[in-house]
């Protein structure tokens, strides 16, 4: 993008998440685990999985609400929703239009975005796009999923991995240095099937033959996806501090998806950035896919690791194959 930057700041983030609390001690009654060798293989311990009846849009309801509170707008003030998820409540409407008409934001555009874990990266950088070419200057961005509608519970290598939540911002338009200093995105369609759902779209509906033998559920190829995710994620990082005009040693926040314990290390070792500069809370959530990010942002606020003036990188890596980054000031 040619156009001087910041264009965009964050004006107010916000989070939600099912009550729910799966632990990996309920897990070891359901399949063949061991809370150890979870923790040891992805330093996992417990999860948010929505509870029957939740909806993926009622918990974004609340992340879209405490961002805007922060941020100090009313739905009257959105001129847009970009919303990442692959896991909307229906197929029709977007998750977007549906969140749209709960807040009574009338004035905004609101569509969908789908690229897995780096949905909400992607939609940052599309949200800052629309700002560019003068869309808007308020704009809701919103990652949230409910991975649990898609994961089989009866296997191992994915149930213990993934969960439910919602993270949004408020971007507006920057009016000083804070603000998105530089993004990178990527893909590679040629490494779908290690990362994928089979069936249940319009090539392969639904019928008893794929429900019976799950094939609408997600399925992986854990060791493969664990060296493409190291390698995209590290180039990533690479890329978007390169672009941003800046050194690893600024980086003073690194806040990776929270995928995996031993990705995130291998990451921030490739990068050349101290673990003690890089959030972690996939402890407690889990893998939320697009909503990672956010929901790892707002916490780190709340623990005031999070401060304004912070040079923070972003950087995630999902099914797709999907990657992307941003450098911002917060």
Request: glycine residues 8%.
């Amino acid at each position: 993008m040619s156009t001087k930057r910041p264009i965009a700041y964050f004006a107010g983030i916000g989070a939600g998440s099912p009550a729910r609390i799966l632990t990996n001690a309920e897990l070891e009654q359901r399949v063949e685990t061991t809370d150890e060798w979870i923790v040891e293989r992805t330093g996992i311990r417990e999860r948010r999985i929505a509870a029957v009846g939740e909806t993926l849009t009622s918990y974004s309801l609340v992340a879209a609400r405490q961002a805007m509170e922060q941020a100090g707008v009313t739905a009257a003030d959105l001129d847009g929703i970009v919303f990442a998820t692959v896991t909307p409540d229906r197929r029709l409407p977007s998750a977007a239009c549906d969140l749209q008409a709960l807040l009574g934001a009338k004035n905004a555009w609101a569509f969908d975005l789908v690229a897995a874990c780096p949905g909400w990266v992607y939609a940052l950088t599309v949200a800052e796009g629309m700002m560019a070419t003068g869309q808007g200057d308020t704009i809701l961005v919103v990652g949230a999923e409910k991975l649990s509608s898609i994961v089989d519970q009866t296997d191992r290598s994915t149930v213990i991995l993934f969960g439910d939540g919602a993270g949004a911002a408020v971007l507006r338009r920057a009016s000083d240095d804070r603000g998105m200093l530089a993004t990178y995105l990527g893909a590679d369609g040629d490494l779908a099937s290690l990362l994928y759902i089979p069936a249940g779209g319009s090539s392969e509906p639904l019928d008893e033959t794929v429900i019976r033998e799950k094939r609408h559920l997600m399925q992986m190829a854990g060791r493969e996806v664990f060296k493409a995710a190291v390698l995209a994620m590290s180039r990533s990082t690479d890329e978007a501090i390169r672009r941003a005009g800046l050194t690893p040693d600024d980086i003073d926040l690194l806040v990776p998806h929270q995928a995996n314990m031993r990705i995130i290390e291998a990451t921030a070792k490739y990068a050349k950035i101290p673990m003690s500069k890089v959030f972690v809370n996939v402890d407690r959530y889990g893998n939320t896919s697009s909503a990672s990010i956010p929901l790892a942002l707002v916490q780190a606020q709340e623990e005031g690791r999070l401060k304004p003036g912070m040079i923070v990188m972003l950087v995630s890596f999902g099914a797709g194959f999907t990657w992307g980054s941003v450098v911002l000031r917060w």
